[in-house]
């Protein structure tokens, strides 16, 4: 990966206007305090933010709220922050205003912001706030194959943003995220199909930035959830994002149209594995924050999934007839409407 550069108040504002997003806008919704108070290590940390951030370790902060789309992970270094993923269009603008007081950025003086994002694929709940985030981020990245699909999406994006206002009221009643929903909705009319898209392609494994004294690594195993997943490995802090590849305690989504594979899966996880020890912490792209015991039951549930399938097939069984079936290693999930979709995949990827 090249060095991100230093972005200029000019550009920013430049930058900013061709989103639709203002700094006049940005700087008068209510700020994240950045003050810190020293409490006990088994004291409660209280959330972070317009969004409440969760803080995994200092400087390491995430939030994994299944309603605002898949879990991001924001890495602070002094002045620079590293945002992993961006949510739902309605969300950008707060993960930006989040992500501007935790390295003490000025939005409506300081002369730059150094953020750098990185998407773990192209699925829209992951890449909603990239119209927000990418035109004034110092570096943004995707893997090659996530570059064109987000391109693809962006009157998805479009109708996302528009849509955000009456989805937070509905949904959230929350004051401090309407004014972001708003100016979302807003910026929308002034998006392009490239508005979205990261600027740098990520084409292979193990490469390496570096965040002031945090080293982030970005790997890819071939297809999975997608052609396009990365996982982020912080290996000094111990922390592994999965993205997709892993679904904690709900169905995963199975997407064709990506060429996703479950036996490409399995793989991606079990190299994955291997990027952690017992006390690794797991950020999956869905679900709960744990340990890699996460990623030993996705892969299991993939390895028996691909067993019982294959063996209704051998029966005789129709596409149909396995999409309605259930199995004990089943029970409990969550996202139960797109067990359906996953069964019709595995079936015709198995059936070649």
Request: net charge negative; hydrophobic share 40%.
């Given at each position: 990966?090249?060095?991100?550069?230093?972005?200029?108040?000019?550009?920013?504002?430049?930058?900013?206007?061709?989103?639709?997003?203002?700094?006049?806008?940005?700087?008068?919704f209510p700020a994240a305090s950045l003050a810190r108070v020293l409490q006990p290590s088994d004291a409660p940390v209280p959330p972070i933010g317009v969004l409440g951030w969760?803080?995994?370790?200092?400087?390491?902060?995430?939030?994994?709220?299944?309603?605002?789309?898949?879990?991001?992970?924001?890495?602070?270094?002094?002045?620079?922050?590293?945002?992993?993923?961006?949510?739902?269009?309605?969300?950008?603008?707060?993960?930006?205003?989040?992500?501007?007081?935790?390295?003490?950025?000025?939005?409506?003086?300081?002369?730059?912001?150094?953020?750098?994002?990185?998407?773990?694929?192209?699925?829209?709940?992951?890449?909603?706030?990239?119209?927000?985030?990418?035109?004034?981020?110092?570096?943004?990245?995707?893997?090659?194959?996530?570059?064109?699909?987000?391109?693809?999406?962006?009157?998805?994006?479009?109708?996302?943003?528009?849509?955000?206002?009456?989805?937070?009221?509905?949904?959230?009643?929350?004051?401090?995220?309407?004014?972001?929903?708003?100016?979302?909705?807003?910026?929308?009319?002034?998006?392009?199909?490239?508005?979205?898209?990261?600027?740098?392609?990520?084409?292979?494994?193990?490469?390496?930035?570096?965040?002031?004294?945090?080293?982030?690594?970005?790997?890819?195993?071939?297809?999975?959830?997608?052609?396009?997943?990365?996982?982020?490995?912080?290996?000094?802090?111990?922390?592994?994002?999965?993205?997709?590849?892993?679904?904690?305690?709900?169905f995963p989504f199975f997407d064709p149209d990506a060429n996703a594979t479950a036996r490409g899966w399995i793989e991606s996880l079990k190299q994955t594995r291997k990027l952690?020890?017992?006390?690794?912490?797991?950020?999956?792209?869905?679900?709960?924050?744990?340990?890699?015991?996460?990623?030993?039951?996705?892969?299991?549930?993939?390895?028996?999934?691909?067993?019982?399938?294959?063996?209704?097939?051998?029966?005789?069984?129709?596409?149909?007839?396995?999409?309605?079936?259930?199995?004990?290693?089943?029970?409990?999930?969550?996202?139960?409407?797109?067990?359906?979709?996953?069964?019709?995949?595995?079936?015709?990827?198995?059936?070649?």
């Amino acid at each position: 990966m090249s060095t991100p550069k230093p972005i200029t108040r000019r550009s920013f504002l430049n930058q900013t206007a061709l989103s639709g997003l203002s700094l006049a806008a940005i700087s008068a919704f209510p700020a994240a305090s950045l003050a810190r108070v020293l409490q006990p290590s088994d004291a409660p940390v209280p959330p972070i933010g317009v969004l409440g951030w969760q803080t995994l370790q200092p400087g390491i902060l995430a939030i994994a709220d299944q309603s605002m789309g898949g879990n991001t992970m924001l890495v602070v270094a002094k002045d620079k922050a590293l945002l992993i993923d961006t949510k739902f269009p309605h969300l950008g603008g707060a993960i930006l205003r989040d992500a501007a007081d935790q390295i003490g950025a000025d939005t409506t003086s300081n002369d730059s912001i150094e953020l750098t994002l990185i998407n773990t694929h192209h699925h829209g709940d992951h890449t909603g706030g990239n119209a927000i985030i990418v035109p004034i981020a110092s570096a943004s990245y995707a893997h090659a194959n996530a570059l064109p699909r987000i391109k693809a999406q962006h009157e998805r994006y479009v109708q996302g943003a528009k849509g955000g206002p009456s989805q937070i009221a509905r949904e959230r009643d929350d004051d401090k995220l309407m004014p972001f929903a708003k100016a979302a909705a807003e910026a929308s009319a002034s998006w392009t199909d490239i508005t979205a898209v990261p600027k740098i392609a990520i084409s292979g494994s193990g490469n390496t930035l570096r965040l002031g004294d945090v080293v982030v690594k970005t790997l890819h195993f071939g297809t999975g959830h997608t052609d396009n997943d990365l996982v982020i490995h912080l290996p000094e802090q111990n922390i592994v994002h999965t993205g997709d590849l892993v679904f904690n305690g709900l169905f995963p989504f199975f997407d064709p149209d990506a060429n996703a594979t479950a036996r490409g899966w399995i793989e991606s996880l079990k190299q994955t594995r291997k990027l952690c020890n017992a006390e690794t912490k797991v950020i999956p792209g869905h679900g709960p924050i744990a340990g890699p015991e996460i990623i030993d039951a996705q892969i299991a549930f993939f390895e028996q999934l691909v067993a019982r399938v294959q063996e209704q097939i051998e029966a005789g069984k129709t596409r149909e007839e396995i999409a309605e079936m259930s199995w004990d290693f089943m029970n409990g999930l969550g996202f139960e409407q797109i067990k359906g979709r996953l069964l019709n995949g595995v079936y015709d990827e198995l059936k070649g």
